[in-house]
């Protein structure tokens, strides 16, 4: 009896489904030596190398299975997603047009022309084709979420949330929707939903290592660390080489928990292949070898980790520069802009400074009295001021006026109790004279660190925000530190009676004398939870997340004299006219 290539079809589909990648390969291959005219079978060559983490090798079988058969769909829509994880977007531009052409209402082709212009910056564009995608197949799950998640890049948590609910109706037992629920709800600061959604995920797929990761880290931002680690756990059971999975579990054991754990780190480091996954387990290395107080090694997986994280991200600080000078310009020191109306609501506390200076601290030490909402770190100044710090657009009366009111109706929503809220972007310190002038009713408060603990701080975490590739660089934390001077003299020139400085070492010696301080500069009658953030029960999101829980202390204050050999590039990119007060202790 001959063979039937659709039952050989099968067999192979079935080895992808059970993640028997190569085994899956193979006999793909086999199969297009035997049926040589079958498109199926290249096309199934190609999702096992995808699977694999080979997109680039699996174009070809994309391309062959086109060649085969024109009007068979998948491998087409194969090599556009295939093409784009590549970065090779114009090529797979140019292919979604020609296939476009041909089959205009095909949603399946808009929802990867979507993909495609989101992976290529334009949120615009994109979004226009998750709407086209949407209007020709409403029950398409997988373009409402596309649509979410460009409404989440852009800030819109409510949109994006509508979004979700709309998928949610179309795939109830979904995973994946209950997952980016989490996330449009976490956006907008609906913590304990955001978690109900997360581990209802985790309760429709427990195999899934995305949402096992999500659960985990929504446990530790509420506190519940415990919960976090055996999520974790549960989680490198599955994947036992996961990067995240191994970066995040160290951050919560003690040094004998990791010791047991770093043979395990040690063989995900020598699997390794992309820098992506090889940064997370040096600092997941040098975390565990600190514990253990093997300092060699500790610097040794830092300096590795940093080195791979800076090929990945690198540092352009001529445009940070220029972009300083583009702000600065908007607010000459002898001319002070005239403020605009404050407008009803509560009153915005801006909590800023360089990133590992205190910011989180004081946050959940002014978000613990129960008039104040804890907003988070959020991106809405920032984006709101893009024409402003681009220098597309000037900032006059009217664009303060407008910057308010965007402002205010951007905000997540609180209780009705609220009397002011906590915004806890650091790097608004940049935009302090856009927010001063538009929000006349607002008090901002700067953290002041030594800036060589700021760096030892920064250069011992991974931050994953595209902006914050300079972290992997000491000189380049040098540099922006010197632009963050610079900024501040300038707003403190400005605005001398809105900014309170509050020095770190100072602060964490004496937590109830600054939380009454802090109480007085924010408008607020002073409470003893004030100082007592550490059982403040709002979330943290932030790299502080475990160290905020830990109660306050002063052991990190002067740490950097440790390290002073290895901190030796960031001192020497000092600019000493900035820093005139910076012992040489």
């Known amino acids: 009896m001959a063979a039937d290539p659709r039952m050989e079809a099968q067999k192979i589909a079935g080895l992808l489904q059970a993640g028997k990648l190569r085994a899956a390969f193979k006999a793909a291959k086999g199969a297009m030596k035997r049926w040589p005219r079958e498109a199926f079978f290249a096309n199934l060559a190609g999702l096992a190398l995808v699977h694999d983490g080979d997109s680039r090798q699996a174009v070809a079988y994309f391309r062959k299975a086109m060649a085969l058969n024109p009007g068979f769909p ?60 949407l209007e020709l197949a409403p029950k398409m799950v997988k373009a409402w979420l596309l649509r979410a998640a460009l409404r989440m890049d852009r800030g819109d948590f409510a949109g994006a949330l509508e979004d979700c609910r709309a998928a949610e109706r179309r795939a109830p037992q979904s995973a ?60 490198l059971t599955l994947a036992p080489q996961s990067p995240d999975g191994l970066y995040d579990l160290v951050q919560l054991q003690t040094a004998e928990e990791n010791a047991a754990l770093l043979p395990q780190i040690e063989t995900a480091l ?61 607010f000459p020191e002898d001319a002070p802009p005239p403020a605009a109306e404050p407008l009803a609501g509560p009153v915005p506390i801006f909590v800023l400074g360089m990133m590992r200076s205190g910011t989180t601290l004081t946050e959940q030490m002014i978000s613990a009295h129960p008039a104040v909402f804890g907003a988070g770190e959020l991106d809405t100044a920032a984006r709101l001021t893009m024409p402003q710090v681009a220098g597309e ?23 009705e109790s609220t009397r002011a809220f906590v915004d806890k972007m650091p790097a608004n310190y940049r935009l302090i004279g856009y927010l001063a002038t538009a929000l006349p009713e607002a008090r901002f408060v700067h953290l002041v660190r030594d800036p060589r603990d700021v760096a030892l701080s920064i250069w011992r975490t991974h931050f994953p925000a595209a902006a914050m ?20 003299a300038r707003w403190q020139a400005l605005f001398p009676e809105r900014i309170l400085d509050v020095p770190y070492a100072e602060l964490v010696q004496d937590i109830e004398g600054w939380s009454r301080r802090l109480a007085e500069h924010c408008g607020l009658d002073w409470v003893p939870e004030m100082a007592a953030p550490e059982k403040n029960p709002g979330a943290v999101r932030t790299a502080s997340v475990n160290q905020v829980r830990q109660g306050v202390h002063s052991r990190s204050v002067g740490a950097w004299r ?21 012992d040489a202790g």
């Open 562 to 582: 440790k390290h002073a050999e290895a901190l030796a590039p960031f001192v020497a990119a000092l600019d000493p006219a900035l820093w005139p007060d910076l």
């Open 74 to 133: 998948e491998p087409a829509q194969n090599l556009i997603q295939a093409l784009v994880a590549l970065d090779r977007l114009e090529t797979a531009q140019a292919t979604l047009d020609k296939l476009l052409a041909k089959r205009p209402r095909d949603p399946e082709l808009w929802y990867q022309q979507g993909l495609c212009h989101m992976r290529a910056g334009r949120a615009e564009t994109a979004e226009t084709a998750a709407d086209r995608a």
């Open 469 to 488: 590739g300079f972290t992997a660089d000491l000189e380049a934390i040098a540099q922006m530190a010197n632009l963050y001077r610079r900024y501040m």
């Open 176 to 235: 994946e929707v209950a997952m980016r629920l989490s996330e449009a709800l976490s956006g907008l600061r609906r913590d304990a939903e955001a978690l109900e959604a997360i581990a209802r995920a985790a309760a429709l797929d427990p195999g899934d290592t995305e949402v096992l990761h999500r659960h985990a880290v929504l446990l530790n931002q509420a506190g519940r660390t415990d919960e976090a680690k055996e999520a974790l756990k549960r989680l």
């Open 393 to 415: 657009a000037g900032f006059g009366a009217d664009e303060a006026a407008a910057l308010a009111r965007a402002y205010r109706a951007a905000l997540p929503e609180m209780p």
């Open 270 to 330: 020598h699997k390794a292949r992309e820098d992506s996954a090889r940064l997370l387990l040096e600092f997941a290395a040098a975390r565990v070898h600190g514990q253990l107080g093997d300092a060699a090694a500790e610097a040794r997986h830092i300096a590795e980790g940093n080195a791979a994280d800076a090929r990945l991200r690198p540092h352009d600080f001529a445009a940070a520069e220029a972009q300083c000078a583009r702000i600065l310009s908007q």
